[in-house]
């Protein structure tokens, strides 16, 4: 009887084991986006932060082995066996055991906690005063994101360009509700709090389009709070700097149906104008949208390249698509958002697609 | 001697509405708390249905975020708190051989000012929409500029009312616990559940008037035009996260001592063992409370406090593992040698100890500032909380209501069903959060509405959603199994499980008066003392006589209804309202200051009678 209900017992821990390891290869398996995750880092920081959770990992791993193995065998050597009355030794403690289980865990915690505490300032290094750095400062919207280059003179939205093995130095603020400034494969997160001021640097170790996220919840659309980090070559990068900072930019529509994007210019001055600037000209409470044509997103989340395919024409198919879908209902793609122009008709849609998707900085 | 009212026999609503028997207010607190947690837990699934696939339309936005806020505001504040008062309630007046709490008048109110409260929060649902900010309500999303709904002010005052009948609850049980002991019951002899509930009020006293703070700053902000957290006229933003987490942190240990307690009963009554370094387990549980108090800002490492802020929190929370590490040893030392018995209770004790170490384990790890500046408010925190709080406290409830529930109901829950109960509700815990590190690491945020296809979230959300029906399904058959226990005429025995506490001297459920003649203690374990020495039962101290017994009283349920009212009025504007409301609350206060009441007796020959039939 007793070796019966072992068996059983043993079994449900059987039956509970396949599906444990199932579970983990489905996940180790799952082909997570290598610009996203941060297990896989492409930048100091996100290097050291995984070093820094691996080592806690490690180290939490062996207490937890420690404490199944025991559990495992009190468990199966200690279950009451039927017929067994005998009343066990009521053990009151062990000084020595206690003393070993107190200690060990500090030391163990040592271990992590010197790492830790260097890594914590190397994170916090102060990069303001260093030539060699780029300065940006974000400011954070509900629900899309500013990058404002002081010294280039630079202001974009959604796309923060920096050159590959660069330090870029950031300066963090909201200007409505707080929000969170995460690339989880270039570095971590730093909250960004309206009336104050945050920094973090940042630098990657290979050229990519790296995916942000907002991580504070911010309102409706915090889900669809995305950004794009995209890192490029010095050359390519000193080549957008010289683009974006023209003192007078001459943005065109070339390789566009004129007529039809004369058309939409025509509506973005009227309508569009009072929130949205281009080239320097405009409102501020909505996105800078000069150079919009070369967008990786429209909206901050629809993605033009979705499978990264690198291939120019794809992205300006999707662009148009996407521009089409957001114009003509921006409440039903992004609730919440401030853009309200739900009086746009088909033919007016048609034409700031054309216009914006076109327009590029020469 | 003034003259006794004569003995009261209210029945039925009446009885319920008016009483101030601690073991009645215990199955108050239970039945309001398990609804409660049906309705957090039905919000959850609803959230679960929408990220099961990416681009999901089903609760987008906005609604979204009242989902998110009120499942957490509700498990949080009215369905683990009020269920762990439901067993501090039920158990531990009778584990110190009392008859009652110190102030059973005041713990009738604190019952209904947490279920008023509770009520209030909820209806926000009919009236114009839920609050959206989150449990955490981060101003200034959570201010009047960003959150226009009455939202957030349904959770400010829902909260503040509920918040005060706790306080009362947790001062009411230090007193109880400080004062109430029967004879021979000192401090070192506590059974460990009374020692968590004596620590958790004590963090409730200390940790209450934190949140309780902030709340009025809010309120302030929200309903008279105050600037506190208006940043463009001078207020801060982070104020409000710090008076929350000096709260908030503390409450994690709040929720989670009980449960501490709760598993250490468990564990040494299905071993048959004494429990394991109990003078250690009182003083980690001593130091866990102590400590809990220091850590609050490891919720803000992204906050930009700079690295000695950081590098010193992150030290602190680390140190926490230490005291948590020697409660696991003790318990894995407590079945050594024992008889383990695999009883429902203590199947789930059981299946706690992995699940809490895995949520320690992911404690530790965020706990390194520079790591979780990854970790931070992704999927990651979400699974880690979830396992601990779920893995650790709602198992550790679980196994207490199978254990206590012949106490409390006089009737044993069914254990073939609480298998079923426990097993479904295990692989589905784990199946629903095991995914979510995976989920946080590779980059998803929490409290996201919906994601894209193609970022590798698919198959960890659709496994996560499967899971939490599992749950679900595990819930339903604990529901079941109260259900067709109601129905059994069969009465548990005094003393079912073999156990070693006062509790199980007496007979199941406990009467009125609980202790028929005060119990002489004589050691750790009093029961299991007795048993040892060959006795049929506790030695008494006291002589049989007429026992004095506090009076129900409707003054607590009306007060609740007032700070009900007041409550709508300062919501919506309405002064009107609200000072009918506070008139109802000072005549609550006044009638029960002026007007004498000396309670009752209940005489030797009623106790004599309704001990005789006493199945020991």
């Known amino acids: ?362 | 001697m003034a003259q006794h009212a004569a003995r009261p026999r209210n029945t039925g609503l009446k009885d319920w509405l008016t009483t101030v028997d601690h073991k009645k207010i215990g199955i108050l607190y239970l039945v309001a708390g398990g609804f409660f947690f049906l309705l957090g837990g039905i919000e959850a699934v609803l959230m679960r249905l929408q990220l099961m696939y990416p681009e999901s339309n089903l609760f987008v936005g906005a609604t979204f975020n009242e989902l998110l806020t009120m499942h957490g505001t509700t498990m949080i504040f009215l369905a683990a708190m009020p269920i762990i008062f439901a067993l501090m309630n039920a158990i531990v007046p009778l584990q110190i051989g009392a008859r009652d709490v110190a102030f059973p008048f005041v713990n009738s109110l604190g019952f209904w000012l947490f279920f008023f409260g509770g009520t209030l929060l909820n209806l926000s649902w009919f009236l114009g929409g839920a609050p959206d900010a989150g449990w955490t309500a981060y101003p200034p999303l959570s201010g009047t500029t960003y959150s226009s709904t009455h939202g957030v002010s349904f959770y400010v005052l829902g909260l503040q009312i509920a918040g005060l009948g706790t306080l009362i609850g947790g001062i009411n049980f230090l007193v109880t616990i400080i004062n109430m002991r029967a004879p021979g019951m000192t401090f070192m002899r506590m059974p460990l559940f009374t020692w968590s509930a004596f620590i958790t009020s004590a963090l409730i006293l200390f940790a209450f008037p934190a949140i309780t703070v902030g709340l009025v700053l809010l309120m302030f902000d929200r309903i008279f035009g105050a600037n506190f957290f208006e940043v463009a006229n001078g207020g801060n933003v982070v104020l409000w996260q710090h008076l929350f987490w000096i709260f908030g942190h503390p409450e994690v240990y709040i929720l989670i001592l009980p449960a501490f307690g709760i598993i250490s009963e468990v564990v040494a009554t299905f071993s048959k063992k004494r429990l394991f370094g109990y003078s250690a387990m009182v003083f980690a549980t001593i130091v866990i409370g102590f400590l809990g108090f220091m850590v609050w800002a490891h919720h803000m490492f992204t906050v930009g406090m700079g690295p000695v802020a950081n590098a010193l929190f992150s030290i602190a929370t680390m140190l926490i593992a230490v005291p948590t590490g020697i409660k696991i040893f003790n318990w894995l030392l407590t079945m050594w040698g024992g008889q383990i018995r695999f009883t429902t209770a203590n199947l789930f004790a059981v299946g706690f100890i992995p699940t809490f170490v895995i949520g320690g384990m992911t404690g530790v790890m965020l706990a390194v500032a520079p790591a979780d500046f990854q970790y931070h408010d992704s999927y990651f925190v979400v699974a880690h909380f979830h396992y601990v709080i779920v893995g650790g406290m709602a198992f550790g409830l679980f196994s207490g209501c199978y254990y206590w529930w012949p106490k409390m109901f006089g009737k044993m829950l069914n254990e073939t069903i609480g298998k079923w109960n426990f097993w479904l509700f295990f692989i589905g815990f784990h199946l629903t959060f095991f995914p979510q590190h995976f989920l946080g690491l590779t980059g998803m945020p929490r409290r996201v509405y919906t994601y894209m296809a193609g970022q590798g979230w698919e198959m960890g959300n659709m496994i996560s959603t499967i899971g939490a029906l599992v749950m679900t399904l595990g819930t339903a058959v604990f529901l079941w199994n109260a259900f067709v226990t109601s129905r059994k005429a069969e009465k548990a025995p005094a003393d079912p499980w073999d156990a070693r506490t006062l509790e199980w001297a007496i007979p199941s459920p406990a009467p009125e008066y609980n202790f028929a003649q005060t119990p002489r203690v004589r050691g750790l374990d009093a029961l299991w003392v007795e048993k040892m020495a060959g006795n049929k039962g506790m030695t008494p101290a006291e002589p049989l006589g007429p026992i004095h017994m506090p009076s129900p009283s409707i003054l607590p349920f009306l007060m609740s209804v007032g700070f009900f009212i007041a409550g709508f009025g300062f919501i919506y504007h309405q002064t009107i309202v609200s000072v009918v409301g506070l008139l109802v609350v000072f005549y609550g206060m006044f009638a029960r200051s002026l007007f004498d009441d000396h309670g009752f007796h209940i005489e030797v020959d009623e106790i004599k009678e309704t001990e005789k039939g006493v199945k020991l």
């Open chain 1, 1 to 362: 009887m007793g070796l019966d209900c072992m068996m059983r017992r043993l079994q449900q821990v059987g039956r509970l084991l396949p599906l444990f390891a199932v579970l983990a290869l489905m996940l180790t398996g799952c082909s997570s986006d290598p610009y996203l995750s941060a297990l896989t880092p492409k930048g100091p920081a996100a290097e050291m932060q995984l070093f820094m959770m691996k080592l806690s990992l490690y180290v939490m791993l062996f207490v937890f082995a420690v404490v199944v193995a025991i559990f495992a065998y009190v468990l199966v050597r200690y279950r009451k066996r039927k017929g067994d009355n005998s009343i066990p030794e009521q053990v009151e403690g062990n000084h020595k055991l206690e003393i070993i289980w107190t200690v060990i865990p500090f030391l163990l915690l040592i271990v992590i906690a010197v790492p830790m505490v260097s890594t914590t300032f190397t994170l916090a290094k102060d990069y303001s005063q260093d030539k060699e750095a780029v300065k940006v400062k974000v400011t954070a919207h509900q629900f899309w994101w500013e990058f404002d280059y002081p010294e280039a003179k630079i202001k974009t939205a959604q796309e923060l360009y920096i050159p590959v093995g660069k330090k870029v130095w950031l300066e963090l603020t909201s200007a409505d509700v707080i929000h969170s400034f995460w690339v989880p494969g270039i570095a971590g997160k730093i909250d960004t709090n309206p009336g104050m001021k945050n920094t973090m640097w940042l630098e990657a170790s290979e050229e990519g389009v790296f995916q942000g996220k907002c991580a504070e919840l911010c309102g409706a659309s915090h889900a669809l709070m995305d950004f794009k980090v995209k890192v490029v070559s010095q050359e390519e990068f000193d080549a957008w700097v010289a683009k974006m900072s023209k003192e007078k930019p001459e943005s065109t529509t070339d390789g566009a149906d004129t007529a039809l994007a004369a058309e939409g210019e025509k509506i973005f001055q009227q309508s569009c104008v009072s929130c949205h600037a281009i080239d320097g000209n405009g409102g501020k409470i909505g996105p800078d949208l000069s150079n919009y044509s070369e967008r990786q997103t429209v909206a901050g989340f629809l993605r033009n390249d979705p499978t990264h395919t690198g291939d120019e024409a794809v992205r300006t198919e999707n662009l148009k698509k996407n521009l089409h879908k957001w114009l003509s209902n921006p409440e039903e793609v992004k609730p919440g958002n401030l853009m309200k122009i739900g009086q746009l008709k088909p033919e007016e849609v048609d034409a700031l697609t054309e216009y914006l998707s076109n327009l590029k900085r020469q």
